[in-house]
């Protein structure tokens, strides 16, 4: 099974920056593939960023290229999201997410078996 915990998020002000955290656990095979998601209230949960945790690839969703970075650590259990030049709708509940494989499109919720928590991100 594969454990995912998120952290970093919290209040910010509009173009401010926070870093979230996902540090995963369980078995390596099953978190290949590691994604950011977020939901804000009364609208579907969006795919916004992943990286294949093998090769470093990684794709990001047109509401936050070139303002949002993934990346991974060296041993590849711990996934990050900056986030610099927040706004108001960036505001939301953030969710990692893992795949073994992305069998489909990165971006969509069904494509990932293993979620953390969340953890919220407020922009005013």
């Known amino acids: 099974d594969v454990q995912l915990v998120e952290s970093g998020g919290g209040s910010v002000q509009a173009g401010g920056s926070l870093r979230l955290s996902c540090a995963a656990s369980g078995y390596t095979y099953?978190?290949?593939c590691m994604a950011w998601f977020r939901q804000a209230p009364g609208k579907e949960r969006e795919g916004i960023a992943t990286v294949d945790i093998g090769s470093g690839s990684t794709y990001y969703g047109s509401s936050v290229k070139g303002r949002f970075t993934i990346s991974r650590d060296?041993?590849?259990?711990?996934?990050?999201?900056?986030m610099n030049n927040l706004n108001t709708d960036d505001t939301g509940m953030y969710y990692c997410a893992a795949s073994k494989s992305y069998d489909g499109t990165w971006s969509i919720v069904s494509t990932?078996?293993?979620?953390?928590?969340?953890?919220?991100?407020t922009v005013s």
Do not use: H
């Open 30 to 32: 099953n978190r290949n």
């Open 74 to 82: 060296n041993t590849g259990n711990t996934v990050y999201l900056q």
């Open 112 to 121: 990932y078996p293993y979620w953390g928590q969340g953890t919220q991100v």
